[in-house]
């Protein structure tokens, strides 16, 4: 997947809601809850809230012991974020979607 001119990879398994919960100190489902809600108020849109989630799915997709940075020093690598892009929007709600909650037959739960 492509935040601005990054490429960015996600995985949403079991390790991504805990890199979550240690960052955050927020349930990852949870707070993926709290924007369901978009459709009937899009005023509850918490684009940090959409970050953390990407982040926590980045930080998984690259695996166990490898050098991933934090979530302050991987926001301040995206040189943008076009929140009006519902593509990319879309493509981190959807691999958490698919990865956490329908996750028989898929293959692997990755997005690049």
Do not use: C
């Not at 991504?16 to 978009?38: E, R, V």
């Not at 690259?62 to 940075?69: A, D, I, L, M, W």
């Amino acid at each position: 997947m492509q935040i601005g001119e990054k490429q960015i990879g996600l995985k949403a398994t079991p390790l991504a809601l805990l890199y979550y919960k240690q960052a955050f100190n927020s349930d990852l489902i949870g707070d993926m809850m709290k924007m369901q809600s978009l459709a009937d108020d899009p005023s509850t849109f918490d684009s940090v809230l959409l970050l953390q989630i990407a982040w926590a799915m980045a930080k998984a997709h690259e695996g166990v012991g490898k050098p991933f940075p934090d979530f302050t020093t991987w926001v301040a690598e995206l040189d943008s974020f076009d929140f009006s892009d519902t593509t990319v929007m879309g493509a981190i709600m959807d691999e958490a979607t698919d990865g956490f909650f329908r996750r028989s037959g898929r293959n692997g739960g990755n997005t690049k």
